[in-house]
């Protein structure tokens, strides 16, 4: 996941240095698009996610492809990420918190509406398959900490240390110093968002990550929570973020997006007015970086972000593609 860095002044510091793993994570081949393409046919199936995670929109695709349903699909994706050592971001091996330890969020939604979620969850590897056990298993939608990790161990998972030797040296390196200072396109955590829709037409998303490295203990950010980090409305579409997760909270930004496709607007239509309602909002928007990608019900997509380099890997008709999204603001 190669990421630029457009604050001119900023320097890659420590906080740089505990994603650069995660960016040799992806590392197969793609073909760039460098614009969402709107049409008015229907594509399907698809899947689409925030960020180069060209291995986990391959491992979706093959359920697709095989005629599985898109709540396997993005399961699979989003395991697949989580699984990956060398992801400082998400799942086992992911950063810390400035105490040392890794908590993880995730969410899950489904073609009936169905959502399930798991909050700073501590020593359980795959948080979506524990989010999609709520969902299923559970009169609730979101368990956190002690309980979903305890809520976990009784359905099966495994109990784990999911701090890697990396991610523990850069944690005690930035500790010398211990600055939090956020950088655009890597800000200490790439969540995963992904969105798919199957055969049958049926849309299903998901939402993984370790949140920001080094945050304060507690902090989560908005990619658990239905409506901010991940929205599914499945006769209409559905919308994931990623970036500075307090201020997609704040305009529950994947829900607006959803809506403003109910209403007319086209993937890309409706990501663009996403972002703007944060930088209406928000005027220190310089300073920090969201991104969404949202599809509708036909397979078409979009993608927006504040600032240039985001982009997001699509799986469509049986080829993987990069598609860099356009930014609020443009290139120097």
């Given at each position: 996941?190669?990421r630029?860095?457009f604050?001119?002044?900023a320097?890659?510091s420590?906080?740089?240095?505990?994603?650069?793993?995660?960016?040799?994570?992806?590392?197969t081949?793609?073909?760039?698009?460098?614009?969402?393409?709107?049409?008015?046919?229907v594509?399907?199936?698809?899947?689409?996610?925030t960020?180069?995670?060209?291995?986990?929109?391959?491992?979706?695709?093959e359920?697709?492809?095989k005629?599985?349903?898109?709540?396997?699909?993005?399961?699979?994706?989003?395991?697949?990420?989580e699984?990956?050592?060398?992801?400082?971001?998400?799942?086992?091996?992911?950063?810390p918190?400035r105490?040392?330890?890794v908590t993880?969020?995730?969410?899950?939604?489904?073609?009936?509406?169905?959502?399930?979620?798991?909050?700073?969850?501590?020593?359980?590897?795959?948080?979506?398959?524990?989010?999609?056990?709520?969902?299923?298993?559970?009169?609730?939608?979101l368990?956190?900490?002690?309980?979903a990790?305890?809520?976990?161990?009784?359905?099966?998972?495994?109990?784990?240390?999911?701090?890697?030797?990396?991610?523990?040296?850069?944690?005690?390196?930035?500790?010398?110093?211990a600055?939090?200072?956020?950088?655009?396109?890597?800000?200490?955590?790439?969540?995963?968002?992904?969105?798919?829709?199957?055969?049958?037409?049926?849309?299903?998303?998901?939402?993984?990550?370790s949140?920001?490295?080094?945050?304060?203990?507690?902090?989560?950010?908005?990619?658990?929570i239905?409506g901010?980090?991940?929205?599914?409305?499945?006769?209409?579409?559905?919308?994931?973020?990623?970036?500075?997760?307090?201020?997609v909270?704040?305009?529950?930004?994947?829900?607006?997006?959803?809506?403003?496709?109910?209403?007319?607007?086209?993937?890309?239509?409706?990501?663009e007015?996403?972002v703007?309602?944060?930088?209406?909002?928000?005027?220190?928007?310089?300073?920090?970086?969201?991104?969404?990608?949202?599809?509708?019900?036909?397979?078409?997509?979009?993608?927006?972000?504040i600032?240039?380099g985001?982009?997001?890997?699509?799986?469509?008709?049986?080829?993987?593609?990069?598609?860099?999204?356009?930014?609020?603001i443009?290139?120097?």
């Amino acid at each position: 996941m190669k990421r630029r860095n457009f604050l001119k002044k900023a320097s890659v510091s420590s906080l740089a240095l505990a994603v650069v793993p995660a960016i040799a994570s992806c590392v197969t081949e793609e073909k760039k698009e460098n614009k969402a393409v709107v049409s008015g046919e229907v594509i399907i199936p698809i899947v689409v996610a925030t960020w180069r995670f060209h291995n986990a929109t391959t491992a979706a695709w093959e359920v697709l492809e095989k005629g599985g349903e898109s709540i396997d699909a993005i399961v699979a994706g989003c395991r697949t990420e989580e699984a990956d050592l060398k992801n400082t971001t998400v799942g086992n091996g992911g950063a810390p918190d400035r105490d040392g330890n890794v908590t993880l969020d995730a969410c899950i939604m489904n073609k009936n509406g169905g959502y399930g979620a798991v909050v700073c969850m501590e020593n359980i590897a795959h948080p979506i398959s524990v989010a999609r056990k709520v969902m299923e298993e559970t009169p609730h939608v979101l368990l956190a900490g002690k309980g979903a990790e305890q809520f976990a161990v009784e359905q099966g998972f495994k109990r784990e240390n999911l701090l890697t030797e990396a991610s523990k040296k850069a944690w005690e390196k930035w500790k010398v110093k211990a600055e939090y200072k956020p950088i655009i396109n890597i800000e200490n955590h790439d969540t995963i968002g992904m969105l798919a829709i199957d055969k049958n037409g049926d849309i299903s998303g998901g939402c993984t990550t370790s949140g920001m490295a080094y945050k304060m203990a507690g902090r989560v950010g908005d990619s658990a929570i239905i409506g901010s980090g991940l929205f599914i409305d499945n006769e209409i579409g559905g919308a994931t973020a990623t970036g500075m997760g307090e201020e997609v909270l704040k305009t529950v930004g994947s829900y607006l997006i959803v809506e403003l496709m109910r209403q007319g607007r086209t993937p890309q239509e409706a990501c663009e007015e996403g972002v703007k309602r944060i930088v209406k909002s928000n005027p220190n928007y310089n300073n920090f970086q969201v991104g969404y990608v949202a599809i509708n019900k036909k397979g078409e997509y979009g993608c927006f972000c504040i600032h240039d380099g985001f982009g997001i890997s699509k799986y469509q008709k049986g080829k993987q593609t990069y598609i860099e999204s356009g930014s609020y603001i443009k290139k120097a």
